[in-house]
């Protein structure tokens, strides 16, 4: 992750409150699940970076936290600010 990619904010009980994070970067290993609660989350996939926006109540990386090693073909990261609720593996399981 570059200097100018940030991470979310815990803001209580694991519940991050976001401005422009990167959460997922496609080929690069992840062990986190994410519930958006308020704001968009931009996801770019394939060659072409087809773009899709997931608003309140979508998730990503359920297969971070039900399966093993988890590699995500695609990149998503927060527009603007959102609030977000992250699930580790280890947490989960």
Not at 8 to 31: C, F, H, I, Q, R
Not at 39 to 66: M, Q, R
Not at 80 to 85: I, N, Q
Request: hydrophobic residues 35%; without cysteine; negative net charge.
């Amino acid at each position: 992750m570059s200097s100018e990619e940030q991470r979310p904010e815990l803001k209580g009980a694991g519940e991050y409150e976001a401005t422009n994070p990167v959460l997922y970067t496609s080929g690069l290993e992840s062990d986190e699940f994410y519930l958006i609660l308020g704001g968009n989350v931009s996801i770019e996939s394939g060659d072409e970076k087809f773009l899709v926006n997931f608003s309140k109540f979508n998730y990503l990386g359920e297969k971070a936290i039900t399966g093993g090693k988890y590699i995500p073909d695609f990149s998503a990261h927060v527009k603007g600010t959102a609030k977000l609720l992250m699930i580790k593996r280890k947490a989960y399981q």
